[in-house]
């Protein structure tokens, strides 16, 4: 089955630094990768939609000045949180979309921990 | 706008057992809807994924349940097992097959032996 990759798994940094996650779907090319944000006990939120080449596109209330998605490749996109502050601490969650042509199948990372002291 | 709720939203059974997870929508209006399963500090797993126009999908030992007019969803996990234990999340998707997924917050499932 497709596998989509994220690194780091894991990152503590200091706050105001920036940190940039990287998610890869190593299998497969992917149309379409999407964010998303897990706090502790609630629900996956979707954060931002991007597609190889063009900009992404942020949902309602995520700063896209501080959350910043490059998507240069159909294999790669990274997420970038600058100028970190503790209520970004969160566990951050890619996804990967193949267009079947019927129907979008998204593949799951395996999430990235973010800690920001 | 489009809510999912999960009942309940923690589960401790023994092994063996039977159980039923709930999942329910707000709008009715979906395209499909997606179970899945999330362990610890780990992504996500697709269980089952049930098109609008599906009433249930079966795989092993798992059967998903869609009432689409109702705007819910049921989980069986039949004779569950110490490995069952994770959380477990429904996402119906709207707007057709290029709409987002809107996820509830999970059941967490503990299985003991």
């Known amino acids: 089955g497709a596998v989509v990759s994220q690194h780091p798994s894991w990152v503590i940094c200091k706050s105001g630094t920036s940190v940039k996650i990287e998610c890869r779907s190593l299998?497969?090319?992917?149309?379409?990768m999407f964010w998303y944000r897990q706090f502790p006990k609630q629900s996956l939120m979707l954060m931002a939609t991007s597609n190889e080449g063009s900009k992404a596109t942020y949902e309602q209330g995520v700063e896209k000045d501080k959350f910043l998605i490059n998507h240069a490749s159909l294999t790669l996109s990274t997420l970038t949180v600058t100028s970190a502050h503790p209520e970004d601490s969160s566990f951050y969650i890619c996804?990967?979309?193949?267009?079947?042509?019927?129907?979008?199948?998204?593949?799951f990372g395996p999430g990235t921990r973010l800690l920001v002291l | 706008k489009q809510e999912v709720t999960q009942i309940p939203a923690a589960l401790s059974v023994p092994e063996g057992e039977n159980l039923v997870l709930n999942c329910s929508f707000t709008?009715?209006?979906?395209?499909?809807l997606q179970w899945f399963r999330q362990d610890p500090g780990k992504g996500l797993t697709s269980l089952l994924l049930?098109?609008?126009?599906?009433r249930e999908q079966t795989s092993g030992r798992l059967n998903a349940s869609l009432d689409k007019s109702s705007g819910r969803s049921t989980l069986y996990i039949a004779a569950s097992q110490p490995g069952d234990s994770a959380t477990y999340l429904c996402a119906v998707r709207s707007g057709g097959s290029q709409g987002n997924l809107i996820f509830g917050k999970g059941t967490k499932l503990s299985v003991k032996p």
């Open positions: 709008d009715s209006a979906i395209y499909n």
């Open positions: 049930i098109q609008s126009s599906q």
């Open positions: 996804s990967a979309s193949v267009d079947s042509g019927t129907q979008e199948t998204q593949y």
């Open positions: 299998d497969f090319q992917a149309t379409t």
